[in-house]
């Protein structure tokens, strides 16, 4: 009986301790749209940003350019990109852990789309494991409304395609310029839309390869 309770307690620490971090991490994306434009948040203008002007922002800060940015326009995104976690927020870590180690079979390097009509298409995830690439993890893709603020937005879906904790997942992706994107990714298992994971979508796009496997 005492080990039961044992587990019990220590179950319910870890399930406490886990919606406590979820908690601070949603707090730590500040408030509502403040007004500013991408130039002011990054201190560059939006043509000229690189990478590493949304890597030196702070969690809010992140959160206030996916706000000013907008959804790109849906044809001009095609191709292979490369993709990167932003290391902003109490989960950043778990985010990043789970993504090179459990989202795909390598660490995660990158996106591709397909657009195949006017507002809807398809694409996939790019991972490397050692020297090898694997182009997987296909989801569907279109123009909406955002689930994170109400305004257009590029979707990516993973539900169609995938089983597991993937079928949750959810991105949405703004266009800062034509190399560089602001994404949100979320899941249910992690509070969903509240709850987003910022990363970025940057690069010259390389010709579209196409899938390897699907990943049920």
Not at 59 to 82: C, N, T, W
Not at 151 to 158: C, G, I, L, M, Q
């Amino acid at each position: 009986m005492n080990t039961l309770i044992l587990i019990a307690s220590i179950i319910g620490a870890i399930i406490f301790f886990q919606v406590l971090i979820t908690l601070i991490n949603i707090l730590q994306k500040g408030g509502a749209y403040k007004g500013k434009s991408i130039d002011e948040i990054l201190g560059v203008s939006a043509q000229s940003a690189k990478p590493e002007d949304v890597l030196r922002l702070s969690k809010p800060e992140v959160m206030q350019l996916y706000y000013a940015a907008k959804a790109p326009d849906f044809k001009s995104i095609k191709g292979e990109y490369r993709a990167k976690n932003l290391p902003v927020g109490v989960q950043a870590f778990s985010a990043d852990f789970y993504t090179h180690h459990f989202f795909g079979p390598g660490r995660w390097e990158g996106k591709a789309f397909l657009p195949e009509n006017n507002d809807s298409g398809y694409g996939y995830n790019i991972f490397r494991k050692k020297d090898k690439i694997f182009r997987t993890r296909k989801m569907n893709t279109s123009i909406g409304k955002s689930n994170i603020d109400d305004k257009p937005t590029f979707h990516v879906d993973y539900k169609p395609h995938n089983g597991g904790t993937v079928h949750s997942m959810h991105d949405e992706i703004r266009s800062i310029n034509d190399t560089l994107y602001i994404g949100m990714g979320y899941m249910g298992l992690g509070g969903g839309s509240i709850n987003p994971a910022p990363f970025i979508v940057y690069g010259k796009a390389t010709p579209w390869v196409g899938l390897d496997t699907d990943v049920d």
